[in-house]
Antibody
Framework: QVQLVQSGAEVKHPGASVMVSCKASGYIFSDYYIHWVRQAPGQGLEWLGWINLNDGAPRYAQKFQGRVTMTGDRSISTTSMELSGLRSDDTAVYYC?????????????????WGQGTLVTVSS | QAVVTQEPSLTVSPGGTVTLTCGSSAGVVTSGHLPYWFQQRPGQAPRTLIYETFNKHSWVPARFSGSFLGGKVALTLSGAQLEDEADYYCLLHYGGDWVFGGGTKLTVL
């Protein structure tokens, strides 16, 4: 079945960078976008951006531009999100979720499924 | 960036009906915003309920429905069950970017 499996929890110091990976299975990797979403403890969901796995083009939320980088590796069906300049308020669970089709729109596929989430803790 | 607004909390009695709404600071919510609704239970990842305003995934019970309501988009739960107690988030599309609402904590009591 369609599945996204994320890398494990991370603990980082302020100012450091973190990379979270998301491995896809059960579908053709390059046929869909991947979105990244985060959720701080006790807070709501926040969209970070997406990456087109067909051409590698990303789009980042304005808030994160300059700090976030999303990449994809078709050979291992894995996409990664790197966040730099970490602050304590970056402490959150980070999720990847599939987007719509890169060639043919697929609204039912958008935001379905979700990875299990990766807790990133930023602490000195 | 637009702000997407939801009721912070709502309570519904078992078997009752409740409507959650999702508005935009940019104006009327339309189909062009590609509205999505998600359910999130404690400790779990979000799960998509409704996509593009009205459409439901196969796992979504018939008691959930999506619609437009007074310039906003709405999620209606008819015949609430205890298992529907959760956080609900809407998501709107703005020219390539996506913005989540702040979420509604739904209590079934």
């Amino acid at each position: 079945q369609v599945q996204l499996v994320q890398s494990g929890a991370e603990v980082k110091h302020p100012g450091a960078s973190v990379m979270v990976s998301c491995k896809a299975s059960g579908y053709i990797f390059s046929d869909y976008y991947i979105h990244w979403v985060r959720q701080a403890p006790g807070q709501g969901l926040e969209w970070l951006g997406w990456i087109n796995l067909n051409d590698g083009a990303p789009r980042y939320a304005q808030k994160f531009q300059g700090r976030v980088t999303m990449t994809g590796d078709r050979s291992i069906s894995t996409t990664s999100m790197e966040l730099s300049g970490l602050r304590s308020d970056d402490t959150a669970v980070y999720y990847c979720t599939r987007g719509s089709g890169t060639v043919v729109p697929a609204p039912a596929a958008r935001f379905n499924p979700w990875g299990q989430g990766t807790l990133v803790t930023v602490s000195s | 960036q637009a702000v997407v607004t939801q009721e912070p909390s709502l309570t519904v009695s078992p078997g009752g009906t409740v409507t959650l709404t999702c508005g935009s600071s940019a104006g009327v919510v339309t189909s062009g915003h590609l509205p999505y609704w998600f359910q999130q239970r404690p400790g779990q990842a979000p799960r998509t309920l409704i996509y593009e305003t009205f459409n439901k995934h196969s796992w979504v019970p018939a008691r959930f429905s999506g619609s437009f309501l007074g310039g906003k988009v709405a999620l209606t739960l008819s015949g609430a069950q205890l298992e529907d107690e959760a956080d609900y988030y809407c998501l709107l599309h703005y020219g390539g970017d996506w913005v989540f609402g702040g979420g509604t904590k739904l209590t079934v009591l």
